[in-house]
T-cell receptor, first 112, second 113 residues
Framework: QKEVEQNSGPLSVPEGAIASLNCTYS??????FFWYRQYSGKSPELIMS????GDKEDGRFTAQLNKASQYVSLLIRDSQPSDSATYLCAVNRRNQGGKLIFGQGTELSVKP | DAGVIQSPRHEVTEMGQEVTLRCKPI?????LFWYRQTMMRGLELLIY????????DSGMPEDRFSAKMPNASFSTLKIQPSEPRDSAVYFC???????????FGQGTRLTVV
């Protein structure tokens, strides 16, 4: 079992729709969770952090965390073609000195 | 703030040569990470430091890879000797503490021919 798993996609949604990205992790000691966006040829860029169970909203983005199910998700409302990128889920293990592990990423394509 | 600074941005070298990648973390950040990214393997954690001390280097693929952090503002990743399969994009990232979000440099694209 991979430490952090994501559907590789590609996930294709029409412009204006909601894009839903999912991530599961294997270590219950994980304490911090992050979503990054990476455009082709660029470095990963942080878009959301979430530390406790529940939802966290920031503009068009909502991160959801369920530690009991070891599941974290990202919703993008009113998707735009500029949202087309690879989205990386990252999990931090404080009990391992802050080890930060990434999933393989989900490629999102927003069609005009 | 200038962000995480990596150099060089691109490196082309011949098999067997030594390669040194450099990273300057964000000032005041206490954790530093080195990653390698390829299409096949994604973003792999190679090694990370807290307060300049290496915490976990289990991701370093072989003894040919080594990393140092002599002070809070500088780290190097060295490959000696380099091989074609080392070709990848290498990222450095830093975070304020061991539990907070990390910020990435622009990466070094390494090609070993």
């Amino acid at each position: 079992q991979k430490e952090v798993e994501q559907n590789s996609g590609p996930l294709s949604v029409p412009e204006g729709a909601i894009a839903s990205l999912n991530c599961t992790y294997s270590d219950r000691g994980s304490q911090s969770f992050f979503w990054y966006r990476q455009y082709s040829g660029k470095s990963p860029e942080l878009i959301m952090s979430i530390y406790s169970n529940g939802d966290k909203e920031d503009g068009r983005f909502t991160a959801q965390l369920n530690k009991a199910s070891q599941y974290v998700s990202l919703l993008i409302r009113d998707s735009q073609p500029s949202d087309s990128a690879t989205y990386l889920c990252a999990v931090n293990r404080r009990n391992q000195g802050g080890k930060l592990i990434f999933g393989q990423g989900t490629e999102l394509s927003v069609k005009p | 703030d200038a962000g995480v600074i990596q150099s060089p941005r691109h490196e082309v070298t011949e098999m067997g040569q030594e390669v040194t990648l450099r990273c300057k973390p964000i000032s005041g950040h206490n954790s530093l990470f080195w990653y390698r990214q390829t299409m096949m393997r994604g973003l792999e954690l190679l090694i990370y430091f807290n307060n300049n001390v290496p915490i976990d280097d289990s991701g370093m693929p072989e003894d040919r890879f080594s990393a140092k952090m002599p002070n809070a503002s500088f780290s190097t990743l060295k490959i000696q000797p380099s091989e074609p399969r080392d070709s990848a994009v290498y990222f450095c990232a830093s975070s304020l503490t061991r539990n907070t979000e990390a910020f990435f440099g622009q990466g070094t694209r390494l090609t070993v021919v």
